[in-house]
T-cell receptor, first 113, second 114 residues
Framework: GENVEQHPSTLSVQEGDSAVIKCTYS??????FPWYKQELGKRPQLIID?????GEKKDQRIAVTLNKTAKHFSLHITETQPEDSAVYFC????????????FGQGTELSVKP | DAGVIQSPRHEVTEMGQEVTLRCKPI?????LFWYRQTMMRGLELLIY????????DSGMPEDRFSAKMPNASFSTLKIQPSEPRDSAVYFC????????????FGPGTRLLVL
């Protein structure tokens, strides 16, 4: 089955710097890669997703890149702000897996003012 | 839209007791998912339903766990008997028409089994 590895487990940056979180997946058939943000004590919420037919997607300060050959995808946050502090989860699945999202272990991002 | 609704938000119970968690998905969503979150194991999918039918329950830990979806607007996750290792946050999520699209999570139920 699918396995998703996420790095780093913790990341601390200064406000205004960029943050990058990386994930690798094992199943080459996976074709949907969402990223969820979970603030302390809150629910996970989708912030961006990418499908295997594109290599990059941007939404304001957030971007995700996908390298299907290497089976890895990354989340890029530019101009970080204190409110970006949270745990970020990557996930992977493909339609034939019936939507069974396999999550990475999470990255705790801390943005210091 | 009220979003996914879960109850109770917090539950404290003693080992051996039955626990029932409840979920109301977003109206019109065809898929419902139950997740468990712990520090050690992260976010794990327990079971999911499509149009009220269980599709994949391979994540259900053992026979002590059961889930039902009697209609499109209600699902339960039951633990009987509960054990301390079941202590976790249990999330319900729903998505509209496809398995590969946004899953909207509920606020979660924080369960503590003493």
């Amino acid at each position: 089955g699918e396995n998703v590895e996420q790095h780093p487990s913790t990341l601390s940056v200064q406000e205004g710097d960029s943050a990058v979180i990386k994930c690798t997946y094992s199943d080459s058939a996976s074709n949907y890669f969402p990223w969820y943000k979970q603030e302390l004590g809150k629910r996970p919420q989708l912030i961006i997703d990418i499908r295997s037919n594109v290599g990059e997607k941007k939404d304001q300060r957030i971007a995700v890149t996908l390298n299907k050959t290497a089976k890895h995808f990354s989340l890029h946050i530019t101009e970080t702000q204190p409110e970006d502090s949270a745990v970020y989860f990557c996930a992977a699945t493909h339609y034939n897996q019936g939507g069974k999202l396999i999550f990475g272990q999470g990255t705790e991002l801390s943005v210091k003012p | 839209d009220a979003g996914v609704i879960q109850s109770p938000r917090h539950e404290v119970t003693e080992m051996g007791q039955e626990v029932t968690l409840r979920c109301k998905p977003i109206s019109g969503h065809d898929y419902l998912f139950w997740y468990r979150q712990t520090m050690m194991r992260g976010l794990e999918l327990l079971i999911y339903f499509n149009n009220n039918v269980p599709i994949d329950d391979s994540g259900m830990p053992e026979d002590r766990f059961s889930a039902k979806m009697p209609n499109a607007s209600f699902s339960t996750l039951k633990i009987q008997p509960s054990e301390p290792r079941d202590s976790a946050v249990y999330f319900c999520a729903s998505s509209a028409r496809s398995v590969v699209e946004t899953q909207y999570f509920g606020p979660g139920t924080r369960l503590l089994v003493l």
